[in-house]
């Protein structure tokens, strides 16, 4: 199947394109129209084009991050791409593309003589780096121009978001090897959305499944008063896991979609497996924060402990432990509280993280060393870690997971959706401008 995406050749402007510049600048809510007035596939082929005729740009790409976080995709040079095949991955480590979207801030590459000019903006909704607006221009732009590439990047993280839903597009981009039957399984079971950024607080998850998928999951919700997380991880490998993973996931969503609090939450989903899990289980942590008064709730399934970073203490807190999920005799699950002051991060993570070559690595020390990233970051860090220390040429022999969460309190309200950080103190994004050769679009 040949699909088209991204064009960035000429042509007349459609009205929606019209509508969406008609007093000179590119606008959010106008972006959107346009794009969302475009075939699912084309919208972002509208946006290629409303930033060629308002900002004078050569070439528009979009570069989407694919599931581990240490490649991109591109998806839309000219022409067309052949989605029948893996995509082609741009390794991040040691590229511009690397470094704007660790620090979020846009990246200008200006040529040495005669040449285009090279930008590169985050495409990213709270805290999610979904990918990079990349453009090549005729001059360096001026700070008119460049805000309104970082508004058409804001944009587009909302069209992507809600276009995935329409279109396998997305997806194949995000796969740089093909997936097997359990890894496709296991990934659906994810949240849409690996990182988010609130005013109290910022999590993310990274996932990395071993050469025979064994099961892992995470996943979180923020409602109203509450921010919910959970860790879990299927006893087996294959099919077999990535089914007992669905099992438990699908019983702990529906329960706390149901308004259960964490206890009854627990109860259903070891009850659902062991009335269908035929004697898997399923071991894992879930956690419930208060964003009004932040007290903690932690129910502890056979898992192991998670890590608390406090100033420059890691130290592993060891709750009670209560038996996995599934298991055929008379248990219940204890509602436990954890000790979360404003400032802390928490890392809870899989046994992938723990076992055979990851014993060689030091997780606290690898935590305060990452300390200054985002959750985000941090998270796809850590994974890289315990990877790059696995035998059989990088495949790990069981899957590893992580999630990281930093707690701000409840004293912040707000945030600023282009920095992620508290009104009081936000401040725009500054621009990193590099000289050198910008390569040819």
Known sequence: MTTRVLRDGGGQSTPALTGAVDDGHL?????L?????????????????????????ASVSFLITDFTGSSVVRLGAAGSIETGRP??????????????????RPSIQEPGSHELVRVVAPVT????????????LPQPPDAAVMQEISQ????????????????????????????????????????????????????????????????DTFDYVIDRDTVQLSVTDA????????????????????ARRAGADLREQ????????????????????LLRISLVDGTTEFVNAGHPWPLRMRGAVVEELAPKVDLPFGFHVPHTYRVQSLDLRPGDRLVMLTDGMLERNAQSLHLPDLIRATRGLHPREAARTMI??????????????????????DWHGTNVSQRDAATGADLATASPPALKRVIAPAPAP
């Open 27 to 31: 606008t959010l809510a106008k972006t």
């Open 33 to 57: 129209q346009a794009a969302e007035a475009a075939p699912p596939v084309e919208s972002l082929d509208v946006v290629a084009r409303m930033l060629r005729q308002q900002v004078g740009a």
């Open 87 to 104: 995509a082609s991955r741009i390794p991040l480590a040691g590229t511009v593309y690397d470094d704007v979207i660790r620090s979020q």
């Open 125 to 136: 909704n709270r805290g999610d780096a979904i990918g990079l607006l990349e453009l090549f």
């Open 152 to 215: 058409t990047a804001h944009a587009l993280a909302y069209i992507v978001i809600a276009n995935r839903s329409f279109t396998d597009l997305y997806q194949w981009g995000r796969r740089t090897v093909p997936l097997s039957l359990a890894a496709e399984i296991q990934h659906r079971l994810l949240p849409p959305s690996l990182a988010c950024e609130a005013a109290q607080f910022a999590v993310a998850g990274s996932l990395e499944p071993a050469a025979h998928v064994g099961g």
């Open 235 to 254: 006893m087996g490998h294959d099919v077999g896991a990535a089914l007992l993973a669905t099992l438990l996931v699908g019983a702990l969503r529906r």
């Open 266 to 285: 627990a109860h259903q989903a070891d009850q659902a497996m062991r009335e269908h899990g035929q004697a898997g289980y399923v071991t894992g942590q």
């Open 384 to 405: 890289g870690a315990v990877v790059a220390l696995a035998a059989n040429d990088g495949r790990l022999q069981d899957d590893a997971t992580v999630m990281v969460l």
